[in-house]
């Protein structure tokens, strides 16, 4: 599978924001818009990244990449969420994999990756687990549970 990883930009975030998610899945992941906002307002580190995930040139997905730039340990992963038409095909996965390739490439001395899954999100939790993060058996602030991935 072929997963292009590109930054949003005024040329795709108007296709970026047509992704759409099943209802019970839009209360467990920010929206693309907040997602962008996020990239503008910095709110948790220095950087903020927002990517969408490309397969034969059509936008499937978005993710958000929050961090402080030349750290180890301070990459996470947010926003992950993958176009309603395009779920229970493998994409996720796909995806996550592609996700921590373009990290590690693009920020080498990274070495831990983290992010934060709701408590009630068990398909998500299981996607992680599968992929090796952690869970750190604690939560941030907005009670979500706390899962890291150890680089090597």
């Known amino acids: 599978m072929n ?10 975030w108007e296709e970026a924001l ?3 998610l099943y ?5 467990l992941v920010p929206s693309v818009i907040e997602g962008i906002a996020y990239a503008y307002i910095k709110p948790w580190d220095e950087a903020f990244d927002p990517y969408v995930l490309e397969i ?3 936008i499937f ?5 929050s961090y402080t730039p ?5 990459y996470w992963i947010g926003g992950f969420q993958i176009d309603q038409s395009y779920q229970g095909k493998g994409m996720g996965k796909s995806a996550i994999r592609a996700i921590l ?6 920020h080498p001395l990274c070495k831990v990756i983290s992010l934060t899954v709701e408590r009630d999100n068990e ?6 687990k599968s992929m090796s993060f952690i869970s750190e058996n604690r939560t941030n602030s907005d009670d979500e549970v706390i899962y890291r991935l150890e680089i090597k």
């Open 101 to 106: 390739d373009y990290i590690t490439k693009q």
């Open 61 to 65: 997905g978005f993710f958000y990449l």
């Open 3 to 12: 997963i292009r990883i590109q930054p949003v930009t005024r040329e795709n």
């Open 18 to 20: 047509k992704i759409s």
């Open 123 to 128: 398909i998500a939790q299981n996607l992680y």
């Open 56 to 58: 034969d040139g059509k």
């Open 70 to 74: 030349d750290s180890t340990d301070n």
């Open 23 to 27: 209802e019970h899945q839009v209360s």
